[in-house]
């Protein structure tokens, strides 16, 4: 099993571009995350799902949207991108059983936007 | 809503020594709480958890964590660092299907 992978692991943005990130698991797991990271505030959530063609929004959702038109994928949209938004991108993925909701990582996408 | 303060930003250690990574939770209910660590340019990888089973919790690598209700409290302690418990660790507590993370420690381990 790869578990939980991302595409690309890096990439550069103009600001005002557009580009969507991928994240795809292999566990067959319902829910599914999509956090940033920033220097000295952890992991906050962006959106997440809790199954195919659901969607919320977590904490800082502003600026970006996502999709899970299939099980296995989670896409997060930036439609304009801005210097704010240069992070590290981690998704993650779940099932929901028993008291904790254990979360695998995948390796995260680093984005810088100039 | 629930919360985690992680004490220390930096913390430093020679090798052999012990660690303790500091944690303080606020909950309004029977909390989980996960510890996750992340080597550098890596993903998160989970430590050990707690789901009210048992108060003192082993981990991986070494690691345990001891839930202590009466202080809030969920510190990470390992006896002896190794040079390759060099990373951060976060501390997170679940709340409903999220999970809210602290602001991370980063542990330096010296020869």
């Known amino acids: 099993n790869a578990g939980v992978t991302q595409t690309p692991k890096f990439r550069v943005l103009k600001t005002g571009q557009s580009m969507t990130l991928l994240c795809a698991q292999d566990?067959?797991?319902?829910?599914m995350y999509w956090y940033r990271q920033d220097p000295g505030m952890g992991l906050r959530l962006i959106h997440y799902?809790?199954?195919?063609?659901?969607?919320a929004k977590g904490e800082v959702p502003d600026g970006y949207n996502v999709s899970r038109l299939k099980k296995q994928n989670f896409l997060l949209g930036l439609e304009s991108a801005a210097p704010s938004q240069t992070s590290v991108y981690f998704c993650?993925?779940?099932?929901?059983?028993?008291?904790?909701?254990?979360?695998?990582f995948g390796p995260g996408t680093r984005l810088t936007v100039l | 809503a629930q919360s985690v303060t992680q004490l220390d930003s930096h913390v430093s250690v020679s090798e052999g020594t012990p660690v303790l990574l500091r944690c303080n939770y606020s909950?309004?209910?029977?909390?989980?709480l996960f510890w996750y660590v992340q080597h550098p340019n890596k993903g998160l990888q989970l430590l050990l958890k707690?789901?009210?089973?048992?108060?003192l919790v082993k981990g991986i690598n070494g690691f345990e964590a001891e839930f202590k209700k009466s202080e809030t409290s969920f510190h990470l302690t390992k006896p002896s660092a190794h040079m390759s418990d060099a990373a951060e660790y976060f501390c997170?507590?679940?709340?409903?299907?999220?999970?809210?993370f602290g602001t991370g420690t980063r542990l330096q381990v010296f020869p």
């Open positions: 799902s809790v199954g195919e063609g659901t969607t």
């Open positions: 909950s309004s209910y029977s909390p989980s």
């Open positions: 707690y789901t009210s089973a048992a108060t």
């Open positions: 997170v507590v679940r709340w409903t299907d999220k999970l809210i």
């Open positions: 566990m067959n797991h319902e829910y």
């Open positions: 993650a993925s779940s099932n929901p059983t028993g008291t904790y909701n254990e979360q695998f």
